[in-house]
């Protein structure tokens, strides 16, 4: 009994690296599959990406003398309504191939949407020529890959984020908002971040000899030294531990806990997976093996950590060890960028208990996030689905045409309990509508 009590609080360690999820993790070496860094087709552009549906585009640094990038691009459909999909931590675009497949495949979505997705600098094919410094890095690169696109719209499109995507779309929006018209978070890290926190077990002093204590949360006054603390609370899953073998059972343990119906009790072990049909999907090997595109970790984590676009700061509940304070500003930059804005929020509800649902993203980040969203003028929707239902943290992998049904119906109309569940293939969820405030909460409890 004692091992089955102290495996969930490793597994929740790990979820915090995954964030977003589509590798690993951690940092760690780039492995053969998918190697990063690698530039498109040769002499592919925007013309090539709208003639056979994928290239790379070379996009200038942000400030003088900071190096070119080269953002891969995927597109699929040809309709009138433009969705762009922003993939989570340890991700690339590649994370939507199951999405983008039915978008083509299905005639009344190839028709109604033309949809984009990138790879975020460090990851699958694109370049990381320059670390980022901040997740506003990656919303700059996009909105400079889609100036670059002739066709592309200025105004209308729909962002949907996935995981740290989210945070990304909001960067978006506030970099350009008047070229988006809806917002969807699927599994949303929210407008206040995720946070990066030490358990016993990653305790101990990094290479810049700070220390670490059980229940410290990595420090953001300095980013050099949080992105050290960070790239040290990541350190079991970096370099030569990072396996394909080590890979896929973490995923199977947190990003793929309901779909796979995984024990808890016997974690780590064959016999955890109690149904393993999903793992002979091409999406399921293909998520795995998108972690060893990564470069960008662990800056994304960190910056992820310190993310908090709400106007109310985030205060660790007691010191870190050392004494000090750890305060995650809100810099209030939504402001009412959102107003005349749509939002759906989308998870599957965590139930710790039975290790069923989301076990990466709580339910408070969708609550804080709904709240927080309604203050910067959007009309928004949270649907949160019932745990049990093979939807957890990957849910936009293991049900990519379930999740292409819900985007469709809220780009469309209004969502109800009614819709959501139809497009889920009939699974219980609950749905909190715009004007419910009991649900939604100024509180941000995601510890």
């Not at 053969?32 to 994928?54: F, L, R």
């Not at 004494?323 to 810099?331: E, K, Y």
């Not at 009412?336 to 290790?355: E, H, I, P, S």
């Not at 003028?377 to 949160?384: D, F, L, Y």
Request: with cysteine; charged share 15%.
């Amino acid at each position: 009994m004692q091992t089955i009590r102290v495996l969930p609080l490793l597994l929740l360690t790990l979820a915090i690296g995954l964030a977003g999820c589509g590798g690993t993790g951690d940092q760690g070496s780039p492995g053969a599959p998918g190697a990063s860094g690698v530039a498109g087709p040769p002499g592919a552009n925007a013309d090539a990406i709208a003639t056979i549906g994928e290239g790379a585009i070379i996009i200038d640094g942000a400030a003088a003398g900071d190096p070119q990038e080269s953002v891969y691009v995927r597109k699929a459909g040809h309709g009138p309504k433009t969705v762009v999909l922003l993939p989570g931590n340890n991700s690339s675009g590649a994370a939507f191939d199951g999405m983008l497949g039915f978008f083509r495949s299905v005639d009344r979505f190839d028709d109604a949407y033309t949809v984009y997705t990138f790879d975020y600098r460090g990851s699958g094919k694109s370049s990381y020529n320059k670390k980022i410094t901040s997740l506003k890095d990656f919303a700059v690169d996009f909105d400079k890959v889609m100036d670059k696109i002739g066709s592309f719209p200025a105004s209308g499109v729909t962002l949907v984020g996935y995981s740290m995507g989210f945070s990304v779309a909001l960067e978006m929006v506030i970099a350009h908002p008047g070229r988006y018209a809806n917002v969807v978070g699927l599994a949303g890290i929210g407008t206040r971040g995720i946070r990066v926190g030490f358990n016993a077990g990653q305790a101990g002093i990094d290479t810049a000899g700070h220390p670490w204590a059980d229940g410290d949360w990595t420090t953001v006054a300095n980013d050099a030294a949080g992105i050290t603390g960070t790239e040290f609370n990541q350190r079991s899953w970096q370099g030569d531990q990072r396996t394909h073998a080590n890979v896929q059972s973490t995923w199977d343990a947190i990003v793929y806990n309901d779909v796979l119906k995984y024990d808890i009790g016997k974690a780590f072990t064959p016999a955890a997976v109690g149904d393993p049909t999903f793992r002979a999907s091409p999406n399921y090997g293909a998520s795995l093996l998108d972690g060893f595109t990564i470069q960008y970790m662990p800056e994304s984590l960190y910056y992820a950590h310190k993310f908090n676009v709400s106007p109310v700061d985030v205060v660790k509940p007691a010191p870190n060890a050392d004494g000090g304070a750890v305060v995650i500003r809100g810099d209030g930059r939504l402001g009412t960028l959102l107003a005349g804005k749509r939002a759906m929020l989308v998870k599957a509800t965590t139930d710790f208990a039975n290790w069923r649902g989301d076990q990466v993203i709580y339910d408070n980040y969708t609550a804080t996030s709904k709240y927080d969203l309604k203050r910067a003028g959007a009309n928004v929707t949270a649907v949160m689905i019932d745990p049990n239902q093979g939807f957890d943290h990957g849910f936009p992998i293991a049900r990519p045409l379930e999740t292409v049904r819900l985007i469709d119906a809220f780009i469309n109309g209004d969502i109800s309990a009614g819709n959501a569940a139809s497009a889920l293939g009939n699974v219980g969820v609950t749905v909190y509508p715009h004007a419910e405030t009991v649900w939604e909460t100024d509180v941000f409890t995601g510890f």
